[in-house]
């Protein structure tokens, strides 16, 4: 139900754009959308989180952004000046929005994408 693209191989300082696009629900304002990461050995690390508001993990905090094309029912994450830390298998995924537990890599995610490979040498 959530699909991504967009991941490659790219050189340290470059940018990627991450897309998950939504399948049989609609991306909107009613959940909460963010971008996981994990490296083999190593457990899986949120990224970035908008239920309108975004927010991000310090080590990504004003090289990534995240935002959404509801008309196309996706998600995006624009990563900026890449670094070789940042490389990993990047999930997209979707739970209900809640104003009592917020939007954040502590919530419990009922939709999950594939993944999608990120190299940055």
């Known amino acids: 139900q959530l699909v991504e693209s967009g991941g490659g191989s790219v050189q340290a300082g470059g940018s990627l754009r991450l897309s998950c696009a939504g399948t049989?629900?609609?991306?909107?304002?009613?959940?909460?959308v963010g971008w996981f990461r994990q490296v083999p050995g190593k457990e899986r690390e949120g990224v970035a989180f908008?239920?309108?508001?975004?927010n991000y993990a310090t080590a990504v905090k004003g090289r990534f952004s995240i935002y959404k094309n509801n008309g196309a029912n996706t998600l995006y994450l624009e990563m900026n000046n890449l670094r070789p830390e940042d490389s990993g298998m990047y999930y997209c995924?979707?739970?209900?929005?809640?104003?009592?537990?917020?939007?954040?890599?502590?919530?419990?995610?009922?939709?999950w994408g594939q993944g999608t490979q990120v190299t940055v040498s």
């Open positions: 995924a979707a739970v209900e929005a809640s104003q009592w537990f917020g939007c954040s890599a502590r919530r419990s995610f009922d939709y």
């Open positions: 049989g629900i609609h991306l909107s304002s009613a959940f909460c």
């Open positions: 908008t239920d309108g508001m975004p």
